[in-house]
């Protein structure tokens, strides 16, 4: 269907779609209904890697994913809660997060960090894979073709802690004026960090990251994490991670609110992960 109608956009939740429409900014000829076939609402992890279909709800992601217990998955099942209400919840979609590609999708920082793969098919081509960053390329705005759906995601399940945070106006059914993931790769031994909503698309701190990481190997703590960072690597990590937003000011908040908040999430979450790692003995 979408090979003959390429101008047609797909839906499944609408929960970003129908919004559009309903303030008239979108007014497509043709939409697809793409939320009752099995291949988009399917998920499986299997040697070491997860495929999470475009369709899953959040409110499965919290539920099935939350039950496998597993460190590395939780920055994911914290973004899911983390989504609008509890009827958002159950319509929403990471495909959707990604179909729309809002710098606010808080899924998106979450799939940076696990660098994954953006899995797109089509009639003519068969599937094909780009890594999140090829694929987001402005504010809303990516890759795909006109002929393509997505699929899905899918990344390498890493081993470590992690975490997903972000701030609002208020505690539900908002927008983030500033979102942060932060993973640990306890075999790479890195720092992944990605921000939400402070730039045109998802934002990896690269420079914080290798921070990061060769302070754990300094102190030591990639093999005892009872070791720890001090406080002053944690402050010019969480530093170098609000030097790497690319915020505006909007009716949300301004630049430099945004710039703190990545400060004070990014320093949270290094503590946070830290202290995973310490009560877990080294995480997952």
Partial sequence: MKAHRPEAVPIAGGTDVMVAVNFDVLRPSAMIDVSSLPELRAWERSNGTVRLGAGVTYARIVRELGGLDDPALAPLVQASRSVGSPQIRNRGTVGGNLGTASPAGDALPVLA??????????????????????????????????????????????RGVGSFSKIGTRNAMVIAVAGLCLTLDEDRREVRVALGSVGPTVLRATDAESLAARALSEAGAWDEAAAGLADDVVAEFAERVAGAARPIDDVRGSAAYRRHACRVLAARALRWALSDRSSNGKGA
Avoid: F, H
Avoid at 135 to 153: C, F, N, S
């Fill in 113 to 158: 960090c696990y660098e994954a793969d953006v899995v797109l098919a089509s009639a003519e081509r068969g599937e094909r894979r780009l890594p999140l960053s090829e694929y987001l390329v402005g504010v809303k705005r990516t890759a795909a073709q006109p002929d393509e759906l997505i699929a899905g995601a899918e990344w390498r399940v890493p």
